[in-house]
């Protein structure tokens, strides 16, 4: 069969295709701890999931613009510029709502770049990052910082890789999938400078931001000073902050020109978010109290959550290393003292799920194959017997 060499080389989320895997096995009886897909595990907040009910009964079903309903821009705006650490000014015309952060990247991605451009990847990354660039016929180009420093890069590291030329983009996602690790606001400045010198595009995944170990909110570009801003794109959405994932919510912030150009791509590929999501969102965004106690009580809850499993991994396998988690909600952990010689981290999650019952993700998938993905958006008892398992596979 023929196909488009846009989509030659694209493969489907690894994620996705371990967990369904985890479901298959489940429907045949198996008691799989299930620890791979990337999202919350608690339910939307009532006041929001009821002003979407409210949406529908109130006949809010029909096509929207593009962009967005204006008042939800202008939340979102609202809510950025509340979040950020200075009095920057937010403009709601620079912001477009999506189908999900993943639509957001593939516009933003899909708009900045094409053949021939490089596109700086750091290591480990979200899997879809490579996919898209290459969807764009642009290439990705991978960079990966020291182990010590949670494998965060460098102005050093980006500089060896725009020395060959080419480079008209570098992709940030802090807290990272799958990582955790978080910039700190002095890391991304000297980032920005970089980019800002250099003419790079700097898109910004901040989609885990409010789910932050260490504050209320985790580091983001908007808190740096506004002349590094102008070749800046933010990528953050309600799915994970809000429990939101299946309502499809996500947003890009950037220049008005730039978002007049995603809004146009988007109106010719999907058109509007489903008009009772935005609806929701709205709430969400709107009712900044209410929405700040749910974002608390679930942060809260993956903080402790984080707690016990790193207690559990010192107990029961203290050899084992990892990625000190800052924000989000997963371990990325080493696999050196515990794959199997000749084992890579796929080999090594097979094995794991059919004779510990035992899903997550396989490092190659982020771009390192000796660690493993473990998300810990499940109950604590399902994380301490996850670790009891792994343990005794050894």
Aim: hydrophobic share 45%.
């Amino acid at each position: 069969m023929e196909l488009s060499p846009n989509i030659a080389a694209l493969q489907p989320s690894a994620t996705m295709v371990v967990a369904n895997r985890a479901k298959e096995l489940a429907a045949a009886g198996k008691d799989i701890v299930e620890l791979t897909v990337g999202e919350p595990d608690f339910d939307t907040p009532a006041f929001v999931a009821e002003a979407g009910i409210q949406a529908i009964r109130d006949g809010r079903t029909r096509y929207t613009p593009a962009a967005g309903i204006n008042p939800l821009r202008a939340a979102v705006a609202n809510d950025l510029q509340r979040l950020s650490t200075r009095s920057v000014e937010v403009d709601p015309q620079g912001v477009v709502v999506s189908a999900g952060a993943k639509q957001a990247l593939f516009n933003v991605i899909f708009s900045l770049f094409g053949p021939g451009d490089r596109v700086i990847v750091p290591v480990p990354y979200w899997t879809t990052y490579p996919e898209l660039i290459q969807i764009a016929r642009a290439e990705p180009v991978f960079v990966k910082g020291p182990e010590e420093n949670s494998y965060k890069i460098s102005v050093d590291d980006l500089e060896a890789v725009a020395a060959r030329g080419g480079v008209k983009g570098l992709m940030i996602n802090s807290p990272s999938n799958p990582s955790g690790a978080v910039y700190s606001t002095s890391e991304l400045q000297a980032i920005a400078e970089w980019a800002a010198e250099r003419k790079v595009w700097l898109v910004s995944d901040e989609i885990y931001r409010r789910i932050y170990f260490r504050g209320k909110v985790a580091p983001g570009v908007l808190d740096l000073p506004s002349e590094l801003l102008e070749r800046v794109v933010v990528v953050d959405g309600a799915s994970k902050a809000f429990a939101m994932t299946g309502w499809r919510l996500g947003f890009s912030y950037s220049s008005k020109a730039v978002a007049s150009k995603l809004s146009a791509l988007q109106s010719q590929t999907t058109s509007n978010v489903s008009t009772p999501t935005q609806y929701a969102a709205l709430a969400a965004y709107q009712r900044e109290d209410e929405a700040d106690r749910e974002v608390e009580r679930m942060r809260a809850a993956f903080e402790n959550r984080k707690n016990v499993l790193a207690a559990e991994l010192k107990s029961r396998l203290p050899d084992v290393s990892y990625v000190e988690p800052e924000g989000a909600f997963y371990f990325f952990i080493n696999t050196k003292n515990l794959a199997r010689p000749g084992e890579n981290s796929l080999d090594f999650c097979e094995r794991l799920l059919v004779d510990a019952n035992v899903a997550v993700v396989p490092g190659a998938a982020f771009g390192d194959d000796s660690y493993f993905r473990l998300s810990f958006a499940s109950p604590e008892s399902a994380l301490v017997e996850a670790v009891r398992r792994i343990a005794a596979t050894r």
